[in-house]
């Protein structure tokens, strides 16, 4: 049974909690219990300090807690903002001498090297790419929630075209970065068609923060459509004034954010009719803790 199929079998009696970051990192405790019930989160008593304007929200099993899903909302500033992205975790037998396993709910679209379309997530601290020292998982000293701030900050950044070993060297370059605006268009407009894939199919258990998330975000959302549209480059604030070279790149990058808009514009509407009907059922309730990952 793969990843996907057994974390959907166990997703029934959940918590949700929303993560705050901290600029340090805690040793974990030894054992394979994870550490990310709620009893255990208020008896620890170490909360996070939010460091950026960026949040994770996770659901945990309660019977289960070597099973967990969590929803990674895009950084701002990087092609990827306002968006959600989800995440099914579970912990092997080994853990902690071995990484987490983790799938990405990809709807069949690859918007990040990082990401691929089959659920893979490429990355060092889960041992699915090469590293060393540090960058490698550690049983003393890596934690679920570097895995998380590592996809929220490293994987999903403003510049993910160079997350492609093949073109670091390219970083600052006229040719490099020429190519990272244009992977970034593309890239936005992939996240756009994962906005529409959440508001359509929303993941088990996560109705309510998809209702909620979009609600609240949709101005800000359908904002910046209509400034990368006009040509302001992408990631960047409209404040900045920068803006793309009327290329025929740009025209097929506008065509298509132009029709994803419309899209995107009336699965908007809609989940906005839903959110008076879910107004006391916020995410922000009493069952959401800060809950200290870095334990995990």
């Not at 054992?31 to 659901?59: C, D, P, T």
């Not at 902690?96 to 990401?115: I, Q």
């Not at 065509?255 to 009907?277: G, I, W, Y």
Request: include cysteine; hydrophobic fraction near 35%; charged fraction near 20%.
């Amino acid at each position: 049974m793969d990843l996907k199929i057994r974390i959907r079998s166990y997703l029934t009696n959940l918590t949700l909690f929303k993560i705050t970051l901290t600029t340090t990192m805690q040793r974990p405790h030894q054992g394979r219990q994870a550490k990310i019930g709620r009893k255990q989160s208020k008896m620890n008593g170490s909360f996070y300090r939010e460091i950026y304007l960026g949040s994770i929200y996770v659901r945990v099993y309660e019977d289960r807690i070597d099973l967990l899903r969590a929803a990674i909302v895009g950084p701002s500033g990087t092609p990827y903002h306002d968006g959600l992205f989800f995440f099914d975790v579970r912990f092997p037998p080994e853990y902690p001498r071995c990484p987490p396993k983790v799938y990405y709910h990809s709807g069949g679209l690859r918007l990040n090297p990082n990401l691929y379309e089959s659920g893979k997530v490429c990355l060092s601290l889960l041992n699915t790419w090469w590293g060393s020292g540090c960058e490698k998982w550690s049983k003393s000293n890596s934690t679920m929630l570097q895995v998380l701030i590592s996809i929220q900050g490293l994987v999903l950044n403003d510049k993910p075209y160079f997350n492609e070993p093949g073109y670091k060297n390219t970083v600052n370059t006229p040719v490099g970065e020429k190519h990272s605006m244009a992977y970034n268009q593309t890239a936005f407009v992939l996240s756009c068609k994962t906005m529409l894939y959440s508001l359509r199919n929303p993941p088990k258990h996560f109705e309510t923060l998809v209702v909620h998330h979009f609600h609240e975000r949709e101005r800000a959302i359908l904002d910046a459509c209509s400034a990368y549209a006009s040509g302001i480059i992408v990631g960047s604030s409209v404040r900045d004034g920068a803006k793309y070279a009327c290329d025929k790149c740009f025209a097929g990058f506008k065509k298509s954010l132009d029709a994803h808009t419309e899209l995107l514009a009336k699965e908007l509407a809609k989940n906005r009719a839903q959110a008076p009907e879910l107004k006391g059922d916020t995410p922000a309730a009493d069952e959401i803790a800060s809950t200290s990952l870095g334990q995990t």
